[in-house]
């Protein structure tokens, strides 16, 4: 429990994108930590997408949510896509219910779906949804 | 029989109370929260609600409230069972409570859903604040029969 005050959530490089997976129970300052190391790792692996797996993370509060919603944002402006993969159902039913809409983020349901998504350009990627219909 | 050991517990038993000082704290608090629930046996949407509640909530006794405590008790009323969770804080308090409750509304750079959110979460919600003395913020949820 307390080391995981000291620990950061590892993000691993996957050829341009950055997978970030999310596996302990997220306090304030890790998630702080975490929005700082990614717009840093963006930059220096020249990434230009950004894979955040929250399966494992039980709730999404507010706080949570935003650094989600910064991180895509800073990202954007860093020339990086994020794309949130996993999230659990009741953790959405959840969000909607704060009033947590998560703009700007764009979602999959699970990490190949999340990684298509980031290899499909921007508007291509509506095509290809209507095309997989 | 199950109206006799309701009536038995007609208040609270099983109360828990811990700090929150700090962040370390709140993720604690959501534990517990959840295993209360768990073993309750609510189902996994209310437990998420009242966990992001609980977090929620914490989080303001911690960061605007200067710390304080929470209550985890085990209530019973009319034949139900419930979880209900208290915050106290002894810090500022609150000036304007529906400011406060308003969705957007923060004096910290938060999104301002914390207080607003939890309270749609909660299936009860209730908040007492006196300017100079602290905020105490109690939430419940019921087991549907």
Redesign the interface.
Known sequence: ??S??LSRVPILRMGSLLLVTIQV?M????AMTLQDDLTERIVKDRANGVLIDISAL??????I??MISNTASMARILDARTVVVGM????A??LV????TLEGVSTALNVDQGIKLLQCPGKDRDKAKHLSV | MLREINQMNATADDTTVVPLRS??D???L??MV?ECLESFGFG??E???M??AT??LA?NTVRYGGGGESEVAVVSEDGRRGLRVSFVDHGPGIANVGLALT?GYSTGN??G??L??AK??ADEFDLKTELGQGTTVVITKWKPF
């Not at chain 1, 219910?97 to 947590?100: Q, R, T």
């Open positions: 429990m307390r995981s005050l129970d306090h304030d300052r890790l039980d709730i999404v509060d507010s706080f949510g935003r659990q159902p009741a953790v039913i959840t219910e704060l009033g947590l | 962040d370390h709140v993720v604690s959501r534990i959840r996994l949407i437990q998420t609600k966990i992001t977090s929620e989080r969705d938060g999104l859903l914390g607003s959110g749609r979460l």
